[in-house]
């Protein structure tokens, strides 16, 4: 049985190892029948959003106890690099929860994202607002809570333009917390907001209101313009925040069958957007789409498999020839060869 069990270790090590791949997929689209998953601390679940530093280390994931974890190795696992709550006495509360109830005072970072150049590690929290971390990790420091005398009340999303150090993101609703999310889909809500940071002036801008459930946001590999999964309308909007067509009216990009969630830019400019929802309503069982950088086209997709594996996919992130699959719920971040 000993034996068995090193045997075991010795393959799952080498399958997370950069030289020896996962199984290949099938032809076509992706299958995310094919996986490994990458098992959280005992307690805490939710993934939602995943980030790999400027070393190319990683993935980090913020999750239901309001800690930012860092994915060591096999052998290591996970290990504390963030926490967002202000109120550090409440750890021993806080540390392994899923309660949901708790978020307000253990805090819930949703979007992440590290700065290229300066390799800090931005934070929405759903709670706590857009915040920053230096590299060495720590006690995150809030930088922004509310826009024009509002408070944010759902921080959501982020990207990082690394010329000049802004930061986009979003607020999902101005009246509905993370917590009350199947209110605001409920509601028809429209109180959502784009926003961005300078951290040359430290000055918050509000640049479109009255988005239903806006949620991911990307920018385009050329940082000319922004993409935003506006979830309620399972729309993907463009923004152009560069160059003479600077222009904060929304663009429709892409029109997407599912509930689309984060964004993430993958090394040639093309995008992978998360589906959260109603999955195996067609034969493909779609859980995520890459979608063309200039023309929103489909040109991937990947696929559940009926499996429970991949359920309420909330980021693909491409990395290092593999697909990291985040999730607002899972106790995991799956992985699959790209």
């Known amino acids: 049985m000993k034996n068995s069990l090193l045997i075991i270790f010795f393959f799952l090590t080498l399958m ?53 974890l860092k994915w060591q190795d096999s052998k290591l696992g996970w ?14 509360i806080c540390d392994g929860t899923s309660s949901t109830i708790l978020e307000p005072l253990c805090g819930r970072p949703l979007g992440i994202k590290f700065n290229p150049v300066t390799c800090d590690l931005y934070i929405a929290d ?17 930088l922004a809570s509310s826009a024009e005398r509002i408070p944010f009340r759902f921080t959501n999303a982020l990207d990082i333009d690394p010329n000049t150090g ?21 509601s028809g809500d429209r109180s959502g907001r784009l926003l961005k940071y300078d951290p040359r002036n430290k000055q918050v801008t509000v640049l479109r209101r009255g988005l239903a459930f806006p949620n991911g946001v990307t920018l385009s590999k050329d940082n000319s313009f922004l993409l935003v999964a506006e979830s309620d309308s399972r729309r993907i909007l463009r923004f152009w925040v560069e160059g003479e067509s600077v222009i904060y ?25 998360a589906l959260n929802t109603k999955r195996g309503n067609d034969k493909t069982d779609l859980v995520a789409v890459k979608l063309d950088g200039s023309n929103g086209n489909v040109l ?12 309420s996919v909330s980021e693909v992130e491409e990395h290092g020839g593999y697909l990291y699959a985040g999730s607002p719920v899972q106790p995991y971040v799956v992985v699959i060869k790209a």
């Open 300 to 311: 991937d997709v990947l696929e559940g498999n009926k499996q429970n594996a991949l359920d």
């Open 249 to 273: 009216s929304p663009q429709p990009f892409a029109q997407v069958a599912q509930f689309p969630d984060n964004i993430e830019t993958d090394r040639n400019g093309d995008f992978w957007v």
């Open 166 to 186: 802004v930061v986009y993101f979003t607020d999902s609703s101005m009246y509905f917390q993370r917590r009350q999310y199947p209110m605001l889909i409920e």
């Open 79 to 92: 290990t504390e690099f963030a926490i967002t709550t202000p109120f550090r006495r409440l750890r021993r």
């Open 16 to 68: 997370l190892s950069p030289s020896f791949g996962l199984p290949s997929n099938a032809s076509g689209s992706r299958k995310g029948n094919r996986h490994l998953k990458l098992q959280l601390p005992a307690g805490v679940v939710g993934p939602e959003s995943l980030a790999f530093d400027c070393n190319g280390e990683g993935p980090y994931a913020g999750v239901s106890d309001g800690r930012i």
């Open 126 to 142: 759903a709670y706590f607002g857009l915040m920053v971390v230096g590299r060495n990790g720590g006690p995150a420091k809030q």
